[in-house]
């Protein structure tokens, strides 16, 4: 009887890895040409010896999201979903969905947009989540602001943003059923896509003082519970808004 083949750990540099890089161009002030240097060597080095794994292909989506590279961001997570090991996440396809959307408003791409968009769409059908339903609200909105910048698509932009506004109201009633902390998020962004939809069919916005307060009590909460940047300066945000 012979002994299964055993696989060889992963040992990564000691100075970095794609983990590291991911948390550092997302959270600290980190010199992102020099991370990205370092991004690249991995790549270069350990990609042909690991990257077929989908933990590892994840990893490196991770970090190219995290340094703004969404193209290679794209290619990685679409690597970590495709692999044979089934080692990958489900977050890398969420975020495989995100960074298309991501993709196709940087480079005006609308197939980009749509495919995003298409494989989130898959993923709430099969499990709606509070993540899957911002997520989708996002790439709408990205939607909405690409088919802005184009000529004549004034009417499928404003479809687009309809459908934004949906997806974060949606993902505000699974926060609610779920008690997410952090549900100020899709309840102003909710908020702010009827505001805007309202104002380009000429209509004048519904600002009721209980909504107003709703979403000022979901960031003050948040402040209390998880602390961020996002619900400090949403506290602005909302200012603004209502101003």
């Not at 340094?67 to 089934?86: F, K, M, N, S």
């Not at 969905?97 to 993709?103: D, E, P, S």
């Not at 790439?139 to 698509?153: F, I, N």
């Amino acid at each position: 009887m012979t002994n299964a083949p055993r696989i060889k750990p992963i040992c990564w540099p000691l100075t970095f890895n794609p983990a590291k890089i991911a948390v550092d161009g997302e959270y600290r002030d980190e010199d992102k040409v020099g991370l990205g240097d370092k991004l690249v060597y991995l790549e270069k080095v350990f990609g042909p010896l690991w990257g077929e794994l989908g933990i590892v292909a994840e990893a490196f989506g991770k970090a190219n999201a995290s340094l703004g590279r969404r193209a290679q961001a794209v290619e990685w997570y679409r690597q970590a979903v495709d692999a044979e090991d089934g080692t990958a996440s489900l977050k890398a396809a969420e975020q495989l969905g995100n960074q298309l959307t991501r993709l196709g408003e940087s480079t005006d791409d609308i197939g980009s947009i749509e495919a995003g968009l298409a494989l989130l769409e898959g993923l709430v059908a099969m499990k709606p989540t509070y993540e899957r339903e911002n997520l989708l609200g996002s790439g709408w909105k990205r939607k909405t602001l690409t088919l802005s910048r184009l000529e004549g698509q004034a009417d499928a932009a404003r479809a687009a943003l309809e459908q934004a506004a949906l997806h974060y109201r949606r993902a505000d009633q699974k926060a609610r059923e779920n008690g997410e902390i952090k549900r100020f998020y899709a309840a102003k962004n909710c908020l702010n896509a009827e505001i805007r939809a309202a104002l380009l069919a000429g209509r004048t916005p519904e600002l009721p003082d209980a909504r107003i307060q709703d979403v000022r009590d979901a960031l003050q909460l948040a402040m209390a519970k998880q602390p961020d940047f996002w619900s400090v300066v949403g506290q602005t945000e909302l200012d603004i808004l209502v101003a």
